[in-house]
């Protein structure tokens, strides 16, 4: 059973350009998160998706971020109009449940914005 | 706002030795739950422990066990016969209980450095 998956893992993107983060949870979940790391912290919450649904995007920058998780296909995390403070590893989760089961966590994708 | 910390920003063990990874955390819930993280340089975040904090006996896997002080709002990992294979950084981590789905906070990570 293959674990979450994200691709790109590493992504080089100059200031004004557009980021897209792809994430497949594991099979059977349908619940997807994505965490940001910055240098030297720990992961902090962006976005819950659930399919076609935002759950909770409280975490997320007002402005250039978006999430969705459609019907079919990966979670994707768009980054509009990149700036070099969006340089960071981007991590996706997902669960099978909806209470506080494990969440299995991908490998990463890091940006860096040049 | 519910804050972790974790104040040990690197922590150095030997092989076959014990050693205890500190987490404090603040909160106003009475429901909650407790994590901890292992982050090896691969960067993928692996559950290592979780606790329930309506569940008073300390939780166990393995060689990792956990010492829960509710009233202190502390939540240290202990690591016995350490392996050269536990060095990475580690990360505690809070999440409200009736939220329903893992909005996790946190700490900034402990460092374990393990020598033969």
């Known amino acids: 059973n293959a674990g979450v998956m994200q691709n790109p893992r590493h992504l080089v993107r100059r200031r004004g350009q557009e980021a897209r983060l792809r994430c497949s949870p594991m099979?059977?979940?349908?619940?997807v998160y994505w965490y940001r790391q910055l240098p030297e912290e720990g992961l902090k919450f962006m976005v819950y998706l659930q399919k076609e649904n935002i759950i909770d995007e409280s975490g997320m920058p007002k402005e250039r971020f978006s999430a969705e998780f459609p019907k079919e296909g990966p979670s994707i995390l768009r980054i509009q109009q990149v700036v070099r403070g969006d340089s960071a590893a981007y991590f996706c989760?997902?669960?099978?449940?909806?209470?506080?089961?494990?969440?299995?966590f991908g490998e990463g994708s890091r940006l860096t914005v040049l | 706002a519910q804050t972790v910390t974790q104040s040990q920003p690197e922590m150095s063990v030997q092989e076959a030795e014990t050693v205890t990874l500190s987490c404090t955390y603040d909160t106003s819930e009475s429901d909650y739950y407790l994590f901890w993280y292992k982050q090896p340089p691969s960067r993928q975040m692996i559950l290592v422990i979780r606790?329930?904090?309506?569940?008073?006996q300390n939780a166990t896997e393995n060689r990792f066990s956990v010492n829960f002080q509710k009233a202190a709002k502390s939540f240290s990992l202990k690591i016995s016969d350490s392996q050269l294979g536990d060095a990475a950084m580690y990360f505690c981590a809070w999440t409200r209980g009736s939220t329903g789905f893992q909005k996790l906070v946190f700490g900034t990570g402990t460092r374990l450095l393990v020598s033969p």
């Open positions: 989760a997902s669960s099978e449940a909806f209470d506080t089961g494990e969440l299995f």
């Open positions: 606790q329930e904090a309506y569940k008073q």
């Open positions: 099979k059977g979940h349908s619940h």
